[in-house]
């Protein structure tokens, strides 16, 4: 077999997107969502998970969703047209909490060392300082899929040690919340993939703990941007970087455009062409 | 009220929103991407109703000019933005300035409570941890937002919502006839559940208005009977921008170019006179799209057509035994 040839040139996104990819396991059922969640299971889908079966909560079922091109959401065309089944939000929900799917990737704004979720409100729910989307289908996503993956900007200010709202439930209060919740067993997160490494959770508490930096991150560096006392792993990992062929997949069959990997560069681009003559 | 007579329910979009949407109504919007009502709240942000309490899934794609102006009072949701393009800046400035009443669920309690609203019962079980600030945190509906009770049959404590029934519900079709039979196809949020069926009326907006001989050939792709419908409005390009399946795909450069002109007032109101305010219809929005970007931006959104193979439902013939 070939060697892997590691690329040396490649952005901190395209590096999460290849370690989100890694959570995928190949037969999975996984509730993709918009952005990098979706470039993360195309990836998984061309490389080691080639059975994986992308689900939204749109309705669409085993769809293919680079069968035409980079979707723009959950809700492009191209997600529809070529996939198995397209029923609606309902339909796919009551799967999800018929225990049927395996994986789910959630966001937000602040999350706290037990991976609870914010991606509500900043501030006071009633007048927040600042309004986020809000749950949309992600508390749902972090009840019942047996595995959630968080992705997240690795501030001081996002991980905090008690976030203004819990939109997606993590562990809750540690270990037992999610029982006492009366959330299914067997489900949770099982990692948080950010800017700066991959963390992982604790069987015993349930706390999370640094498992990864990556490249010329440094442990301090991880630490500086936790509020709480970060755990470590006795002995913490180097991200593994991109292949040459990963990088090449992802720039040129998985965002040629540029709509995810090079956003502000695109949105410029796109106002340039609607409003030139 | 609503008769399945043959009588003609198609008018003007200002006529159907000015007739049967009312001061005070609850609004139920379906997910707007794709194929979401945008001529419709293009004029509902121009016809200025009072109070209105929006029911919605998730109000995702083109929702953020409905929150200019004063006519919604609250809303009951999941989410709100305009996904990769950002963060539906008008609403949040509403929200942050507390100008909107706001209770949040998650997609899946809205869907339920919509179709228990639907099947006609007062309230409806979910299956829902109690450990997230969706149920602790109460916003507009206060403790009618939801209800612990013991299941009769197994003991166990289980969560319960109320069940909505809208005044009134906009949908946006590909087609329907002119009493109202509307039919749509490809994926869409809430249509196989029948959620939008919980609304006491439905306007109806389609893409193009057909002879009924259409739809009853073709009756397994009909989602509101017509005797559940008060207005039929035709209109073209009426999710835009927004896809419709079928018609048109979805305008990613105009949503972008909307999205950076909403970051504040001074630029919303701009924006609002010259697409909203100073537009009279859909056909209007089209000719100032046209000649402010030029036909070939709007032809470009015109995708390759992906048809099914057609489906035989079977004649019978008319034999005794």
Known sequence: MKEKEYATDYTLTELMIVCA??????????FIGTGLPFLACALAKKTHAPNLVPCSEEGQIDANPLLWRTPRSIGDLAMTAGAMMATDLLGVMH??????????????????????????????????????????????????????????VHRKHQFVDKVDYITSPGYLSGPGGRQAAGLPSGTGPVAVITTLGTLSFDE?????????????????????????????????????????????????????FGIYLKREEFQKKAIEFLTSK | MMKTGKQSKVMSMTEAVSKYVNNGDTLYLPWGNPGGPA??????????????????????????????????????????????????QIFRRKVQNAEIEIEDYTNFHIGMMLWGGKANVPFIPVPVDTGSDILNKKGCLGDKKFSIVDCPFTGKQVVIMPTFQPDVGIIHVQRADAQGNAQTWGTHVDFKSEVHLSCRKLI??????VDSDIIAHDPDRTICPSFKVCAVVEAPWGAHPEAMYGHYDNDLAYRIHFEHSTYNDADTKKWMDEWVFGIKDRQKYIEHYINKFGYAKLMRLKPKPFYSASVNYSRPVAEVF
């Open chain 2, 39 to 88: 001529a419709a709240i293009h004029e509902l942000a121009r016809q200025d109703k009072k109070d209105l309490t929006v029911v919605a899934m998730a109000m995702s794609g083109w929702v953020d000019p409905l929150f200019y102006g004063k006519h919604i009072k609250r809303l009951i949701t999941a989410w709100v933005g305009t996904e990769l393009v950002g963060l539906a």
């Open chain 1, 95 to 152: 799967r999800l909490t018929y225990g049927e799917f395996d994986l789910g990737f959630i966001s937000g704004a602040q999350v706290d060392k037990y991976g609870n979720v914010n991606s509500t409100v900043i501030g006071d729910y009633r007048k927040p300082k600042v309004r986020f989307p809000g749950s949309g289908g992600a508390n749902a996503i972090s009840s019942y899929t047996k595995r959630h993956v968080l992705i997240f």
């Open chain 2, 204 to 209: 109806v907006t389609a893409e193009e208005i």
């Open chain 1, 204 to 256: 015993e508490t349930k706390e999370m703990y640094l498992d990864a930096v990556h490249p010329n991150v440094k442990v301090e560096d991880v630490k500086n941007n936790t509020t709480w006392d970060l755990k470590i792993a006795k002995k913490v990992k180097e991200t593994e970087p991109p292949s040459k062929e990963e990088i090449r997949m992802i720039r040129e069959d998985l965002d040629p």
């Open chain 1, 21 to 30: 990819a890694k959570q995928v396991r190949d037969g999975d059922i996984v």
